[in-house]
């Protein structure tokens, strides 16, 4: 029996090297520098430079997710039932990778000023390409190895990097675009030819490093092709149904991106209008969403071990609802409006909750993999990915439609180089009242999560036990 178990563990229970790790994470950056900067700076593009009313361009976010829900189960059961050449999940790194900086590279390009029919199928085009490459990458995690320890270490890896990313967003988009357009008197630029070129730049470092992720990773935990050739898009349905801890996290996923999207679309119009910050003090405020995942997230794995997975995330979704609270209380005091360092430090435990809780997540999406395997025998990765995709990218949307409809609601205009007290109090609805209370209910819904560590270790070397009997 021992034996057995041995034989077990070592065939399914993978070390990696830190070359293999980083190469993993890189995949992550990358994504962030193409997606991040459509999160954080795309509507603004869309209102300030495109032309499109703010309202117009919340309608095109949620058409966009919609077309998501229909075409992300297809790309799940697409690459669960393939296997390329190139690797089962790891091929469609550069398969998909290569349009996806194309179309990054359109969205902000303005040849076409203020056309709806240019915006919608550049984005849909973008966001369907990001799916090809972001439903495989997430399901790359769970073929590199089952071992625990290592899921959180290669999740810490990709997050530290992912956040790279961010902060190379959050702090760079300012300042080159800035540089595109050294005339520019305002914090953030409105000319087209600064953003094409930005956008060109970090598209391009966005493809380097897929290639280089898709160089480093190798696929060892992958279903049998038997298993492959029966995988259906109804199975993402039918998983859902049955795996109880995917359903927690894929509402886990809406609520905690959605907080994010919100926030993060909201950071260059507060910064603009509520507090008429420079394009170097914009940098800085949106930087600081990304610098405490390098002091915090190297420390996942021991903080875990700690107070374990709960408590962590309870820890620090409570930190960062501590953040936005006094965010909130210094926009709204003028005497303390002025002291920016006041307006950093709040960013920075805000982000620093923000970062911890929704970087870790992503180590349980192998988790109720592993689930839906022990229950029902599928090692279905990319159907779960796809899955856990659409309800991050529905949290992505309210980034989109939420800010939109906020803004044509207290009335913003584009125009006005001040903002009346009404589109202010809207602006800061978005960086602190709506993103506190979906934080709230995220740690309800973490709350509902059943597999602790014990358990997802026993539950993997059952599977393995399963695959030495076949």
């Keep these: 029996m021992n034996d057995t178990l041995n034989k077990a563990e070592s065939k399914g229970f993978y070390k990696l090297g830190w070359l293999q790790r980083i190469g993993f994470g890189s995949g992550d950056l990358a994504q962030n520098l193409i997606y991040q900067t459509i999160s ?8 300030n430079v495109f032309g499109l009313d703010p309202a117009v ?12 829900v229909v075409w992300d189960p297809i790309v799940g059961a697409f690459v669960d039932k393939h296997n390329p050449s190139l690797g089962k999940y790891r091929a469609y790194l550069v398969l998909g990778g290569i349009p996806l900086t194309g179309f990054a590279i359109l969205c902000f ?39 625990t320890h290592e899921i959180t270490v290669l999740t810490s890896t990709r997050m530290f990097m992912a956040n790279a990313g961010g902060l190379a967003v959050g702090m760079g988009i300012p300042l080159l675009v800035k540089a595109f357009d050294p005339t520019e008197t305002q914090d953030l630029s409105s000319n087209d030819y600064a953003w094409f070129m930005t956008m060109l730049i970090y598209g391009l470092v966005g493809l380097a490093l897929l290639i280089f992720c898709f160089s480093q990773c190798r696929e060892r935990v992958v279903m049998d092709k038997s298993e492959a050739d029966n995988v259906r898009v109804s199975d993402l349905w039918l998983e859902f149904v049955r795996n109880r801890p995917l359903r927690v996290l894929a509402f886990f996923f809406i609520t905690a991106f959605a907080m994010m999207a919100i926030s993060n679309s909201a950071g260059a119009y507060y910064m603009n209008y509520n ?12 930087g600081l969403g990304s610098i405490p995942a390098f002091i915090f997230m190297p420390l996942i794995p021991w903080i875990k071990r700690q107070v374990g997975k709960k408590g962590m995330f309870y820890i620090f979704l409570t930190t960062a609802i501590i953040g936005m609270v006094m965010l909130y209380a ?3 005091v003028e005497s303390l409006r002025s002291h920016m360092w006041m307006v950093y430090a709040a960013q920075f435990i805000k982000s620093t909750g923000v970062i911890v809780a929704t ?38 949307a309210m ?41 709230l209910l995220s740690m309800f819904i973490i709350s509902r999560y059943e597999l602790d560590d014990k358990r997802i270790d026993e539950i993997n070397a059952e599977i393995e036990r399963r695959h030495i009997g076949k």
């Excluded at 550049?122 to 799916?131: E, K, P």
């Design 40 to 47: 954080m700076y795309l509507l603004f593009f869309y209102t």
């Design 57 to 68: 361009a919340a309608v095109m976010f949620l058409i966009v997710r919609i077309v998501d």
């Design 109 to 147: 390009w303005n040849g076409f000023s203020g056309s709806l029919v240019y915006a919608y199928v550049t984005y849909v085009g973008l966001s369907m390409c990001y799916t090809l490459v972001n439903v495989p990458y997430g399901a790359l995690n769970a073929s590199l190895t089952r071992d």
């Design 275 to 286: 507090l008429g910050g420079t394009a170097a003090e914009l940098s800085i405020f949106m």
């Design 330 to 332: 210094i926009s709204v």
């Design 359 to 396: 970087g870790y997540m992503w180590a349980l999406v192998p988790e109720v993999i592993s689930f839906g395997e022990y229950t029902h025998g599928k090692r279905i990765s990319g159907i779960v990915n796809a899955l856990t995709g659409i309800f991050y990218k529905a949290g992505m």
């Design 399 to 439: 980034g989109g439609v939420v800010p939109g409809l906020v803004l044509a609601f207290v009335g913003f205009n584009k125009d006005a180089a001040a903002q009346s007290a009404f589109a202010q109090q809207g602006i800061l609805w978005l960086v602190a009242v709506i993103p506190a209370i979906l934080l």
